[in-house]
């Protein structure tokens, strides 16, 4: 039988190249697309070897061309972390929209079942605790992250759009904080950072006061929700995330007794419109998708620092690109 054929975009990032391994476990041949703009080949590096992946160095705000048949379409590619963001907030806007807009294209052109990645930051500084699907958000439009939420804000407008008007076969995962293996050391997100500051020896910054909360979710089990959700018939966005809530002074705490340093906490002003507080309620994913997290975040957090604890000491002292 000939096998599926699925392309994946931001697959040399950190949540596109596990995807990018689950889909080959699956069976699928999988064409990998990045334009390495915040990504690393050493992600799929493993991957190069297989007759069943191909990957393609393109950057998908320009027109996206894929020779021979699609079914599946993975929307992963946008800068991530705020500090990536920040830093190429153009680039940002760009990928969200006019990228998505390509992508739509495509699925429609190719009759492919396609899958946005959105996020818990369309919900901005959240007003509504946890946060239901059901909640429009409290984003400010011009603020330094309106370019990432904004962008996933229109990027779920067009998809629903595409789906209505065109009868394209849409999903929308809005994903809460991940985390896991690959993640870059120094992309400035909490736990890489967090790791990061422990093994050279640094304190470990809090923003703010640190009551402000995250609910973290290992890597594994939101692979495993965005194939269900993929798998599934549900057009409107669903929340998949660890409901799992933690203020990031604790949390800070805990990495301090995981890597067993005596470093110290040290205080930094809170980014402008961080939000405050943030957990998912994922009562549809179990409905619709009959999927929660798994893993524990003692768990996950000892596979995650086991992973940066191995890497090459250069990575730790790496500048940003
Ligand atoms: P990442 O930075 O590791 O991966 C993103 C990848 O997209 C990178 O490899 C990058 O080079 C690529 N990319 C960016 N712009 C591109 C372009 N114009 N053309 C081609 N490739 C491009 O980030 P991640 O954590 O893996 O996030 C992946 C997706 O999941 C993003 O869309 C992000 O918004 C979404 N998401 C992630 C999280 C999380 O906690 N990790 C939470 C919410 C949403
Ligand atoms: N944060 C922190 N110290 C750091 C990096 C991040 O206190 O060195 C805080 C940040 O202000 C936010 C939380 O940790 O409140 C999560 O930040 P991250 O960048 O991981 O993701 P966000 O959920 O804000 O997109």
Partial sequence: ME???????GAAGFLGSH??????AEGMYVIGMDNLITGDL???????SSEYFEFIHHDITKYVDISGTLDFILHFASPASPIDYLKIPIQTLKVGALGTHNLLGLAKDKEARILVASTSEVY??????????????NVSPVGP?????????????ITMAYHR????????ARIFNTYGPRMRLNDGRVIPAFIGQALRGEDLTVFGDGSQTRSFCFVNDQIEGIYKLLMSTYHEPVNIGNPTEISI????????KLTGTDQKIVYKPLPTDDPLQRRPDITKAREVLEWEPKTSRTEGMKITYD????LPEAELYKKEH
């Fill in 3 to 9: 096998k599926k054929r699925i392309l994946i975009t």
């Fill in 19 to 24: 995807l990018c391994d689950r889909f080959l």
């Fill in 42 to 48: 050493k992600n799929i590096e493993h991957l190069r």
């Fill in 124 to 137: 901005g500084d959240p007003l509504v605790h946890p946060q239901t699907e059901e909640y429009y958000g």
């Fill in 145 to 157: 992250r309106g370019v990432y939420d904004e962008a996933k804000r229109f990027m779920e407008s």
């Fill in 165 to 172: 008007f065109h009868g394209v076969d849409t999903r929308i």
């Fill in 249 to 256: 002074k604790d949390f800070a705490e805990e990495i301090i």
């Fill in 307 to 310: 992973y940066f604890k191995n």
